[in-house]
Structure formats: C-alpha cells, structure tokens
C-alpha cells in the first residue's frame, strides 16, 4: 500500500508524463508556438497603442507648459502696468501740496469735475473765459499728466474724470 506523500508525487508527475508525451507530438509543439505567437502579436499592439497615448500625452503636457507660461507673461504684465499707474495715481492723488500749489485755473477744473462727476474743454473754456478751446484742453491734459484727472473719449468728444480712489482710473 502506498503511503499519502507517494500517492501525492504520483497525481502531480502523472501530469508532467502526459504533457512530456505531448511534446513529443510535432503537430502539438506547433500548435503551441502559434498560440505563443498570436500572443506576441496581441502583445505588441498594446504596446503600440500604450506608446501612441504616452506620446499623444507628452505633447499635450508641452502644450500645457507653453499655455501656462503665455498666460504668466500676460499676467505679470498686466499686474505691472496697472501697479504702476495705480501708484503713479496715487502719489499724484494724495500728494495734496501738489494741489495746494496749482493754479487757480486748474482748481477750478478740478473743481468743476468734482461737482459734475466730468468736465470737457467746452465747459473750461467757458467757465475761465478762454476765447477757443486749446487753452482748455492743454489744461486737461496737463492735469490728466498728472493723475489728477483721468481722460475718456467717446466718438469726437473727450471727457476727464476725477480719478476712482480704489481704482486709480475711472
């Protein structure tokens, strides 16, 4: 009588004999190795495909590096030149000696554009009495130079603006 661990070895070799037949069958071993091939096949698309992705990927991180860098150079910009008219603005804004020292004709400007909410150089040339409007409006615009009054132009005419303090431009 054959003990347990015999019996065991038995069922486990008795596979290994009828593959180790099998192998000597020529149409077996081929069939095999066709399998063996459609796998590698089957393999190597995947493969394929898999490094198509990883390419299409790349590209697409590249395009995303050079759209993040767009929009920081846009950004910067546009923080720099509003920081500096904003500041610019400001200076001019609370510098309140500098109003102090202006002509009697430009704080009655800016008087105007106060009370009004905006002044054009029709109405300076009729409220200093200047005979045309080019004495006006190089008035505006030196204000304007100066920060104290922001210039607008809608169609023909332009208007200037006291400055929004939260802003710096109206």
Known sequence: MKNHHEKKYEDLTSDVRSDMEKFENPVYIGSLLFRLAEERASTNLILKELNAKIDQLMLLEERIHEL???INTVTQNSKTNTSEYSKKAEEAR?????VELLPEQDKAILAIARKKGRVEAKEVQMALGYKGTNAACARLNKLSAQFLLTKE??????????????????
Not at 94 to 98: A, G, S, V, Y
Request: glycine content about 8%.
């Open 153 to 170: 132009r809608f169609g023909k005419k332009v208007f200037y603006f006291i400055p929004s303090p939260q802003k710096g431009v109206r």
């Open 68 to 70: 993040e860098a767009q």
């Open 94 to 98: 609370d510098n309140t000696l500098l």
